[in-house]
T-cell receptor
Framework: GAGVSQSPSNKVTEKGKDVELRCDPI?????LYWYRQSLGQGLEFLIY????????KSGLPSDRFSAERTGGSVSTLTIQRTQQEDSAVYLC????????????FGDGTRLSIL | GNSVTQMEGPVTLSEEAFLTINCTYT??????LFWYVQYPGEGLQLLLK?????DKGSNKGFEATYRKETTSFHLEKGSVQVSDSAVYFC????????????FGSGTRLQVQP
């Protein structure tokens, strides 16, 4: 498709389980971002990938969170040993490399931790 | 650090009313400025952007002007419609350094017929 694609759209899991969230960016976009949207914290940056450079992980809230981007395209965000406070909508965005280029967002994955 | 401050919502207007949503920012460098909109049940969509001082971004009847002297990027629309009901987010990122968007807290707009 033409837009950023995220899967699954909804995920419900038990506390302590690991989850993987997937993002397929717009073709040709070299930059990929993960954000989290929650009621208490608003929209928070998590991690940023740009080409082959080392990712900017400065927004990851704990070492339970990690992400990778394979082949400069698809990215996976992994949350290990999930906690209830991880419940949120996880948003992926992609853009061309220049910072003044707008980021285009997927519809997000709604994660609910029971 | 970088931050974006938006007016508190919700903002409730009647159809055809004039809309202003205030946004001010602080940034350690020279930012690009954006307004994103989130319609009910949907993802974030770019509404408009401005990349340098005095630039005016516009789209769908919405406008915002990059005011460096007042560090502001207020969103305006002359005549709102019910279909404009959504949450509006002001955001910035930097020309150099951290590329991630810094968002305001969002302002919910409700337009009544």
């Amino acid at each position: 498709g033409a837009g950023v694609s995220q899967s699954p759209s909804n995920k419900v899991t038990e506390k302590g389980k690991d989850v993987e969230l997937r993002c397929d960016p717009i073709s040709g976009h070299t930059a990929l971002y993960w954000y989290r949207q929650s009621l208490g914290q608003g929209l928070e940056f998590l991690i940023y990938f740009q080409g082959n450079s080392a990712p900017d992980k400065s927004g990851l809230p704990s070492d339970r969170f990690s992400a990778e981007r394979t082949g400069g395209s698809v990215s996976t965000l992994t949350i290990q040993r999930t906690q209830q406070e991880d419940s949120a909508v996880y948003l992926c965005a992609s853009s061309f490399s220049l910072s003044n280029q707008p980021q285009h967002f997927g519809d997000g994955t709604r994660l609910s931790i029971l | 650090g970088n931050s974006v401050t938006q007016m508190e919502g919700p903002v409730t207007l009647s159809e055809e009313a004039f809309l202003t949503i205030n946004c001010t920012y602080t940034a350690t460098g020279y930012p690009s400025l954006f307004w994103y909109v989130q319609y009910p049940g949907e993802g974030l969509q770019l509404l408009l952007k401005a990349t340098k001082a005095d630039d005016k971004g516009s789209n769908k009847g919405f406008e915002a002007t990059y005011r460096k002297e007042t560090t502001s990027f207020h969103l305006e629309k002359g005549s709102v419609q019910v279909s404009d009901s959504a949450v509006y987010f002001c955001a910035l990122n930097l020309l150099a350094g951290r590329r991630a968007l810094t968002f305001g807290s969002g302002t919910r707009l409700q337009v009544q017929p």
